[in-house]
């Protein structure tokens, strides 16, 4: 292991794939590809080798740059949540640990966007790849799991440090922001955070931290959230699901 940075890989409209570039080899491991011709030429122009691809989930917008990836780079692992998914080498599950030549990643299982959904956590270096359940103010929709379980997930990385640093796979920040602002119109945290983010088409990556204190998917415990909750007579999951419920009519 050793040290390594981040490259971030604008895909489609607003999805975020990753690149792990190792400083002292040649290695790297990419993250939800969807359209591959972008980390080709980058790999191609930097002479780097791809060691493995993980996947946090079966959507195309989060696979489909698979196939020609591999293509290119026959020697290339593919971990994934879900041998449906063409081309997967490695299937993972919910506490695998996987050494990459780069790092060590802590699988874990977040059912609720898709049943097979895994976030990986590097604990070392304090970062999290979330897909699609954690986003930046906001989490992934409810496709195939229940409210109970996508609950349960971003309860799981509620857990991890505040010092987290968190990639996640689209760039949704301003309009959950915004959708926020207009659910919650006296927390000045949001006003706050508007300022900063505004004119930003990059938002990512954020701190775990920030984050619990103004995404009320993540955490209803702050103190603002905490008085919304005692007005409303809410508990945390009734929190969760009253904004989940209002964010899909938005
Ligand atoms: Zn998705
Ligand atoms: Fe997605």
């Known amino acids: 292991m050793g040290e390594f940075t981040i490259k971030i890989i604008k895909q489609l409209k607003d999805n975020y794939s990753y690149i792990l ?25 930097n002479n780097l080798i791809i060691e493995s691809i993980f996947l946090t989930h079966h959507h195309t917008d989060h696979t489909s740059g698979v196939l020609d990836l591999i293509n290119k780079f026959p020697s290339a ?10 081309g997967t080498t490695n299937f993972i599950k919910n506490g695998d640990l996987i050494k990459t030549s780069i790092n060590e990643f802590e699988v874990s299982s977040t059912p609720g966007h898709t049943l097979d959904h895994i976030i990986l956590y590097d604990k070392i270096n304090s970062l999290l790849f979330s897909g699609d359940t954690l986003f930046r103010l906001g989490c992934g ?9 996508m609950y349960s997930s971003l309860e799981k ?3 991890y440090p505040d010092n ?5 796979g689209h760039e949704y920040t301003m309009n959950n922001l915004i959708f926020l602002e207009n659910l919650f ?8 955070l508007k300022k900063e983010i505004e004119g930003n088409d990059c938002t990512i990556p954020f701190k775990l931290g920030l984050e619990k204190e103004n995404n009320p998917f993540l955490n209803q415990s702050s103190q603002y959230y905490e008085n919304f909750k005692k007005k ?7 929190l969760f699901k009253f904004v989940r419920e209002k964010k899909d009519q938005f």
Not at 232 to 238: A, G, I, M, R, V
């Open 185 to 192: 119109s006296d927390n000045k945290n949001l006003k706050k």
């Open 157 to 159: 990385i509620n857990r």
């Open 164 to 168: 987290t640093e968190v990639y996640c």
């Open 232 to 238: 409303y007579e809410f508990t945390n999951f009734e």
């Open 77 to 86: 692992k593919v971990f994934s949540p879900n041998k449906k998914i063409v």
């Open 141 to 149: 929709r409810i496709f195939e799991g229940t409210l109970e379980q």
């Open 21 to 45: 570039q190792s400083k002292n080899n040649v290695n790297v491991i990419v993250i939800d590809p969807s359209d591959a011709s972008k980390h080709i030429s980058y790999l191609n122009d």
